[in-house]
């Protein structure tokens, strides 16, 4: 391909001292010292977060306090960086949130490795994993940004639960409690 | 299957032909053509229940005459099918000459999406909580059948769930689709009727009998063929979703019947072992107690260190102090394992071989408890029979292990080496040990280990592969699982460096590869064998040298003692 050499017109007097540049800058940058404000005095000022945002994943109770997670590890098997790790356990027969059966041990979430993509919440059938609003996760050691359970559910705290599954399936067993004949 | 050639009859899955012996059922004449038809009730090794009603098909028969019995053809120069009017159930429908079924037709698709939907009526729908989610048939199905939205109104059956049935089994009576496979394992194969149907209608429910339970030893079984997630198993109950688990054929070595097993692994870690169908070695069971042995990976006692009198070192250092220990004694005595490999055992040979002393003795350590006529033999070991067909020992005389302790008193041995075998089995006490080298390779501490002259970690049979001669003389073999601990070779490769170090290198390179292309030169048996090309159901090699040796086996699922 041939190629075409581009003549370029030689800079004249004025655009070689740069002077008159400058000052056109200068008079951009007085302007706005009486115009409308655009930034932010960030961290005394936070900017709002829209609905939908996706910040740091956590972990949320429902408005009973019982955690919503049950260990299934869909979001593990989602998640494209794994960067989440569950170790599932069992919930005691004696408490009070027995017939959920099962709930994680341990649930690990490696902030170094997450994308904010979102997956594990939409692959949540629980609704237990939420990405909030926390946009700004920083430490001075790298243990301290992989999540633990007890981390995650500081950050996620509780969330509106519509449904209730969980409650209706306790209420449907109390009632069935005195046998069906 | 050939003897029986001129007996297979055809029969006609949607349209495609497949010959099979009168009597087959359709869902196996169905598989046999590549179509699958999905079933719950229905089990290969089971009784014919059906009464879960997934399999139903149309079913047409050839049109004859009925007075001249002659064939009925139609305008096309083909005989007629005479198609029934209803669906029948496949798996109760035994192939007879020229049968026709259809499985993809609309009264097919409908009959799979009416039963589908029944039984998703009362299903709680817990996958989430649920371990058979990932192999759950209730869930393919409806997947394939279902119609992802439930049109039921009413308030769901609720029934008892985490119910303990057994030590090791848990009852979820909610996901229960009544299909009566545990029901039938338990009085066909385990025989120990435990379980039954009580209640009537939408309230049935699977328990057991009034004070009994599912406690015998193939209970766990119930919960493997438990098409759903009603029975679940207590030892792998909420360890991992069965979907990042990694599946590596095994065998057990619980005994000398070779159950074939998978072994479910995820990131080096074994969750849980499940039986492997084989048609001539255990069907599709397996025993509890098998099911348990990989806890001795992880287990306290687990070796993973090469020592010399207590001293950590590295595999070559002890490798080479090893060599010139054998090479400076004047009596070896070798007590061999029926827990190696064949591979191991032969190397083990070669290396009885290469020691120079002047006395030289080999055992193989016999391990002998009582059969329980089903997947347990009197041989608790998997691989006595590898140790004959390889050469290691001569016959079963060379298990009696009564002559080394007198010849460690008369001074005529002064080093003793055991292979995951425990000396005071032996009959060798401490003070035996004292007076004599030991070494002790291993993959578990035993309480003798610690008057161990030099010390060789082992690999277990989840860690390494190899393959071993169940009591049938069927050459199986097993891979590997999970990596063993840093630092430790693998027995076989321990062995041939050992071998090489002594000056007697019986193979050249590295790998069961090289093994095999000299052990199947030598040994009759094996001849044009190799590790790679065992089958996965394993071969049976000749072993009618052995014919008149007196093996201790009774009678198992698969297996008569010939001589009795």
Redesign the interface.
């Known amino acids: 391909m041939a190629t075409k050499i581009l003549e370029r017109k030689p800079l004249t007097l004025a655009e070689r001292t740069y002077l008159p540049q400058i000052a056109a800058g200068l008079w951009v940058t007085f302007r706005k010292m009486f115009g409308r404000r655009v930034t932010l005095e960030y961290p005394e000022q936070k900017p709002p977060i829209p609905r939908g945002y996706r910040g740091v994943p956590t972990l949320v109770k429902d408005p009973n306090g019982r955690e919503k997670c049950?260990?299934?590890?869909?979001c593990?098997?989602v998640c494209p960086p794994k960067a989440i790790r569950i170790t599932?356990?069992?919930i005691p027969?004696d408490s009070a949130t027995?017939?959920?059966?099962?709930a994680p041990k341990d649930f690990e979430l490696n902030m170094l490795r997450c994308i904010y993509c979102g997956l594990c919440e939409e692959a949540c059938?629980?609704r237990a994993i939420v990405l909030q609003n926390v946009y700004s996760l920083n430490a001075a050691t790298r243990e301290e940004v992989v999540l633990h359970k007890d981390k995650l559910y500081e950050l996620g705290g509780t969330l509106p639960d519509k449904i209730m599954k969980w409650d209706k399936?306790k209420a449907?067993?109390d009632?069935?409690a005195g046998g069906?004949h | 299957m050939a003897e029986n050639a001129d007996k297979l009859i055809s029969v006609f899955i949607d349209g495609i032909e497949v010959k099979v012996l009168p009597g087959t059922n359709m869902i196996e004449a169905a598989r046999k053509a590549g179509v699958q038809i999905p079933h719950y009730c229905y089990h290969r090794h089971l009784s014919v229940a059906g009464n879960c009603r997934m399999c139903l098909v149309e079913m047409g028969t050839p049109a004859f005459d009925r007075v001249t019995k002659a064939p009925v053809m139609g305008p096309d120069g083909k005989q007629v099918i005479q198609w029934m009017p209803k669906p029948v159930i496949a798996c109760a429908t035994n192939a007879t000459p020229g049968l026709h079924i259809r499985t993809t037709t609309k009264l097919v698709k409908d009959c799979r999406e009416g039963v589908e939907e029944f039984l998703l009526v009362n299903h709680p729908l817990d996958c989430p909580i649920c371990d058979q989610a990932g192999e759950c048939h209730l869930q393919e199905y409806a997947h394939q059948y279902g119609r992802g939205y439930s049109r039921y109104v009413e308030e769901k059956n609720v029934k008892p769930k985490r119910k303990m049935i057994g030590p090791r089994v848990i009852l979820d009576n909610e996901r229960c689709i009544l299909c009566g496979r545990c029901v039938r394992f338990c009085k066909e194969i385990a025989k120990d009727e435990v379980l039954g149907f009580t209640e009537r209608g939408s309230h049935s429910s699977i328990d057991c009998f009034p004070g009994k339970t599912l406690s015998n030893n193939y209970s766990v079984n119930v919960v493997d063929i438990c098409p759903v997630g009603a029975l679940t198993s207590v030892d792998f109950r909420f360890k991992m979703r069965t979907w990042f688990l990694k599946e590596t054929p095994s065998i057990s070595t619980e005994s000398s019947v070779g159950v074939n097993t998978t072994i479910w692994s995820r990131e080096g870690t074994i969750y849980r072992i499940t039986p492997r169908r084989n048609e001539a070695v255990n069907d599709s069971w397996m025993s509890d107690t098998a099911r348990d042995l990989y806890k001795a990976v992880a287990a306290e006692n687990r070796t993973s260190a090469y020592a010399i009198e207590g001293r950590p070192v590295k595999s070559d250092e002890a490798l080479k102090a090893l060599a010139a220990l054998l090479k400076a004694s004047k009596g070896v005595a070798l007590i061999a394992s029926a827990f190696s490999s064949v591979e191991e055992q032969w190397l083990l040979k070669k290396l009885a071989q290469a020691i120079p002393a002047a006395k030289k003795l080999v055992y193989v350590a016999p391990h002998y408890a009582e059969g329980d006529g089903l997947l347990i033999s009197a041989d608790r070991t998997p691989n006595l029979r590898g140790a004959l067909v390889t050469g290691l020992i001569k016959g079963l005389a060379q298990t009696d292990m009564s002559s080394l302790k007198a010849a460690v008193d008369a001074g005529e041995v002064d080093t003793v080496l055991s292979v995951n075998e425990s000396v005071t089995s032996a009959g060798l006490g401490i003070e035996d040990l004292k007076k004599i080298k030991y070494v002790s390779l291993g993959t578990h501490f035993y309480q003798t280990s610690q008057y161990a002259a030099i010390e060789i970690p082992l690999l277990t049979v989840f860690e390494r592969e190899g393959s071993f001669v169940n009591q049938q003389w069927r050459l199986q073999k097993f891979a590997k699982a999970v990596p063993g601990p840093a630092g430790v070779l693998a027995d076989a490769d321990f062995f041939a460096a050992l071998l090489a170090a002594m000056g007697s290198p019986a193979t050249r390179g590295g790998g069961l590869a090289a093994v095999w292309a000299a052990l199947s030169a030598e040994v009759a048996p094996l001849k044009d064998q190799s590790y790679a090309k065992i089958p996965a159901e394993g071969v049976v090699i000749d072993g009618s040298a052995f014919a008149n040796e007196k093996f201790r086996e009774g009678k198992t699922l698969h297996y008569a003692p010939a001589n009795a």
């Open positions: 049950v260990s299934c590890q869909l593990e098997f599932p356990g069992e027969a027995a017939h959920v059966e099962k059938p629980e399936k449907a067993a009632k069935a069906h």
